[in-house]
């Protein structure tokens, strides 16, 4: 990746053009609106390859773009390194990408009538909170496979290497988040956010929950190349700038001073990433701190998403979000669309997730009626297919369908000789346990 120019003042443009220009094309100029075709939001990098309306030159269309930026921008109260506010602007595709995920991420996990039940919400919660983290870290540099990741944090082993324990610091880390909802954010919760995400994994372990100092010289640099994309702020600022955050963060958004709560939440993970108040594990403690905002403000489907997965896609495109925005002034906006575009892709793997899960049950229900099993049979794998039942116990069986202690124990071994469950003892009870992939297993079997 490399770094991006500052983008042609406008101020000293329309200094130097305007007094010249000729009325028709000033009208034209200042005709040009803030919505453009496709909705698109470029920097002056794309846009001077842009063609530009007919009599303009690229440096004139980009004045005119700006001029009309500039009349929608919103100041915020967190700060560039020159002491100028950031901002950003809502133009229409920004406000439609807000409808869509106020309707699906604050609503129900449903997809064609089919809606998760409870139980199948937790079991997604679970993946996504091993997704979530192993994504993450491998942001960060971590070497190790989901498949690890899942197996240690499902058998809650120790980390063997110092890649898993940053999965595994991250997992807890959004445990951490979602117990302190209902808290303002401090600069300490930062500061034990920061703690847990980077336990036992940093060189210098004095620098684990503590902001770095000036003796630090941390950059930001292309991995590649080495060079430095960013300069964040002298580390004397970071006090007031870390409460700058949180005040930002906890601001009652009255009517006068609204800011849309994934806008708001967005910004949040932007500015920890702008500041690198830490010598190392800022992106992850940013991205800990934006799931913490936005269910804090309802928008609770987001437990279930892993922005990490989505952005480890296109890494580049997450750092360009960050370069545009400081090379042009402090418009906000780029990284608010890129964010936009990753929730709306996270969701949208959920209710795939959800879609296929509606498929197989499907599927299952049809596999159901080509079955040599009774109706009784046909009930338990219905309720342990929809993990609506964990377990079943014979007794429950012969209360449930008011049969013969023998004949509703002759259902259930039949189902485990069919290999849809397996059977355990639990003292002196046997239960049973639907088998894993039961759904997959039924209709295999069926074909």
């Known amino acids: 990746m ?38 698109v939001y470029p920097h002056y990098e794309k846009l001077k390859r842009m063609p530009p309306p ?11 773009v700006k001029n009309a930026r500039q009349s929608a921008r919103r100041n915020v109260d967190l700060f560039q ?23 699906r991420a604050a609503g129900s996990i449903a997809t064609d009538g089919y809606e ?17 983290p192993f994504s993450s870290s491998v942001l960060e540099g971590a070497a190790t496979t989901r498949q690890i990741a899942k197996e240690m944090i499902e058998a809650e082993r120790l980390p063997r290497t110092k890649d898993e324990r940053m999965v595994l610091n991250n997992y807890r880390a959004m445990r951490y988040v979602k117990s302190i909802v209902n808290q303002k954010l401090t600069p300490k919760i930062i500061l034990d956010i920061h703690r847990i995400v980077c336990d036992g994994t940093m060189d210098d372990g004095a620098k684990c929950g503590v902001f770095r100092c000036n003796e630090d010289q941390v950059t930001v640099q292309d991995e590649l190349s080495g060079e430095i994309l960013h300069y964040p702020p002298d580390a004397s600022q970071l006090p007031d700038r870390i ?14 001073n609204f800011i849309h709560p994934l806008i708001r939440g967005i910004i949040i993970h932007f500015m920890i990433g702008y500041d690198h108040p830490f010598v190392d594990g800022n992106g992850r403690t940013a991205r800990a701190l934006f799931y913490w905002y936005v269910v804090k403000n309802g928008y609770w489907i987001l437990e279930y998403v892993s922005i990490s997965k989505t952005i480890m896609k296109a890494p580049s495109k997450y750092g360009k979000a960050y370069l545009q925005t400081e090379s042009d002034y402090g418009d906000l ?15 949208k793997d959920l209710f795939e997730y959800v879609k296929l899960r509606k498929s197989k049950l499907d599927a299952f229900a049809h596999a159901l009626n080509d079955q040599s099993i009774n109706h009784r049979q046909s009930f338990v794998l219905n309720e ?17 369908h008011n049969v013969a202690y023998l004949t509703a124990r002759k259902d259930l071994e039949e189902l485990v000789s069919a290999g849809y469950f397996k059977k355990r003892k639990d003292g002196r009870e046997n239960v049973y346990i639907p088998s894993p992939g039961l759904l997959e297993r039924l209709t295999s079997s069926s074909k």
């Open 2 to 39: 490399k770094s991006l120019p500052k983008t042609p003042n406008v101020d000293e443009l329309m200094a130097e053009k305007l007094k010249d220009m000729p009325v028709e094309k000033l009208k034209k100029l200042f005709s040009i609106r803030i919505d453009m075709p496709g909705g």
């Open 54 to 64: 007919q009599g303009l030159t690229p440096e004139e269309h980009w004045m005119g």
């Open 81 to 103: 390194k020159d002491g100028s506010r950031f901002w950003f602007t809502e133009p229409s595709c920004v406000r439609a990408r807000l409808s869509r995920l106020d309707k």
């Open 116 to 132: 998760l039940n409870r139980n199948e919400q937790e079991r997604y919660f679970a993946r996504s909170l091993i997704e979530e």
């Open 243 to 256: 409460q700058e955050i949180c005040d930002f963060a906890n601001t009652d958004d009255s009517d006068e």
């Open 333 to 347: 906006t780029y990284f608010i669309m890129h964010q936009l575009d990753v929730l709306e892709d996270a969701l």
């Open 384 to 400: 342990a297919a929809r993990n609506r039942i964990r377990y079943i116990t014979i007794a429950q069986h012969e209360k449930t």
